[in-house]
């Protein structure tokens, strides 16, 4: 097979975007391809610790390595650069340090990967709040116009505190709670995110239930909380805020629990 059509079929395996034809055809072939079932792991670890662009650029140097390998005219224009002659050991000793760094990122301690795929999927929500505070309005709304200008700014230690007074000012209005929660979160500190997430996923009155689930998973995930990120992510039904990227985040997390 290609490697390029290898690469191709491994990842929307992981993905889950094989039709169920292609995916039984996939696993049949899993089964009796042992080398195959090996470089389907190594994608799986891969994903845990090169998350984003990252991993993506990986794997094309990947696919430009083993296409240098099948082809020693093309390896000349990829690795022949300030010297003119090069022979094929020269690219294989490319590829062992290719694989020797893959290797040193995937075992070294520490590198479970949940940093990365928090940051590949965290961003702040959308400032939905409009930014008032005219001189002669009330000392609330200036304060509200701070809280959304600082958080617009994506100065969050700054929204943190003021949305944090907000709701000392309007306890119930859920839209100060959401974004205190965030911006604290995005400050990283998750533990503080996560009780008021907590109660605005579970309140079917909030306007901001769904958005609270998907980022009560991700603060479980900063804050290392893996079974109940995997919980809540599993709480996300499909067609909610970010049920695409949430079902792709379940199934990486539980690879990473095996």
């Known amino acids: 097979m290609e490697p390029e059509k290898k690469y191709e079929l491994i990842e929307k395996h992981l993905a889950g975007t094989l039709s169920e034809t292609e995916e039984n055809a996939f696993r049949r072939m899993l089964e009796s391809e042992p080398g195959l079932a090996n470089e389907v792991k190594l994608h799986q670890r891969l994903d845990q610790v090169l998350a984003g662009d990252r991993i993506h650029a990986f794997r094309e140097k990947l696919k430009q390595t083993d296409r240098a390998w099948k082809k020693p005219e093309e390896a000349k224009k990829m690795y022949i650069r300030r010297?003119?002659?090069?022979?094929?050991?020269?690219?294989?000793?490319?590829?062992?340090?290719?694989?020797?760094?893959?290797?040193?990122?995937?075992?070294?301690?520490?590198?479970?990967?949940?940093?990365?795929?928090?940051?590949?999927?965290f961003a702040p929500y959308e400032m939905v709040l409009n930014q008032r505070?005219?001189?002669?309005?009330?000392?609330?709304k200036q304060l509200e116009a701070q809280a959304v200008s600082a958080?617009?700014?994506?100065?969050?230690?700054?929204?943190?505190?003021?949305?944090?007074?907000?709701?000392e000012?309007?306890?119930?209005?859920?839209?100060?709670?959401?974004?205190?929660?965030?911006s604290v979160l995005a400050s990283g500190q998750p533990d503080k995110a996560i009780p008021g997430l907590e109660l605005l996923s579970e309140d079917s009155n909030s306007l901001f239930q769904e958005q609270s689930r998907?980022?009560?998973?991700?603060?479980?995930?900063?804050?290392?909380?893996?079974?109940?990120?995997?919980?809540?992510?599993?709480?996300?039904?499909t067609g909610a805020y970010?049920?695409?990227?949430?079902?792709r985040l379940l199934r990486k997390l539980k690879r990473i629990s095996e």
């Open 83 to 121: 010297k003119p002659k090069r022979s094929q050991l020269a690219i294989a000793a490319t590829i062992v340090l290719l694989l020797a760094a893959s290797l040193y990122l995937l075992l070294k301690p520490g590198s479970d990967g949940t940093d990365s795929l928090y940051a590949a999927n």
């Open 133 to 140: 505070g005219a001189a002669d309005e009330s000392p609330r």
């Open 151 to 167: 958080y617009e700014n994506q100065q969050f230690d700054q929204a943190a505190q003021a949305f944090a007074s907000l709701q």
């Open 169 to 182: 000012i309007a306890p119930n209005e859920d839209p100060f709670q959401f974004y205190y929660c965030l």
């Open 214 to 237: 998907w980022y009560l998973a991700l603060a479980y995930l900063k804050n290392g909380q893996l079974e109940q990120a995997k919980s809540s992510l599993a709480q996300i039904e």
């Open 242 to 247: 970010r049920s695409a990227e949430a079902a």
